[in-house]
């Protein structure tokens, strides 16, 4: 019912910067918390970043000024902006929504597919 799409990953070198972005489209009433997690080669999936709808963010310790989440509420896009990139930074990254389908109903957790990102010279 809900579908989430990530894109802006790629390769870039120890140093660099990206802006990851997560559109969701389909049965939307309200969006609440978006997120960040990924998942590195032979590693359990970690939360990476979070923001509510009203603007309230979270980071793991390991991102924390480096990385900004951010939202656009009327395009129900969430982004990540990645700066100061590490090798150890490099996972498939994915998004996910708290959705709700009706103004009375439950939310719903959704995750896009995944893309990856690459720290590497």
């Known amino acids: 019912q809900v579908q989430l799409v990530e894109s802006g990953g790629g390769l870039v070198q120890p140093g660099g910067s990206l802006r990851l972005s997560c559109a969701a489209s389909g049965s939307i009433f309200n969006i609440y918390d978006m997120g960040w997690y990924r998942q590195a080669p032979e590693k359990q999936r970690e939360f990476v970043a979070g923001i509510t709808r009203g603007g309230g963010t979270s980071y793991v310790d390991s991102v924390k000024g480096r990385f900004t989440i951010s939202r656009d509420n009327a395009k129900n896009t969430v982004y990540l902006q990645m700066n100061s990139l590490k090798p150890e930074d490099t996972a498939v990254y994915y998004c996910?929504?708290?959705?709700?389908?009706?103004?009375?109903?439950?939310?719903?957790?959704?995750w896009g597919q995944g893309t990856q990102v690459t720290v590497s010279s």
């Open positions: 996910n929504a708290n959705v709700k389908h009706t103004r009375w109903g439950p939310t719903t957790l959704y």
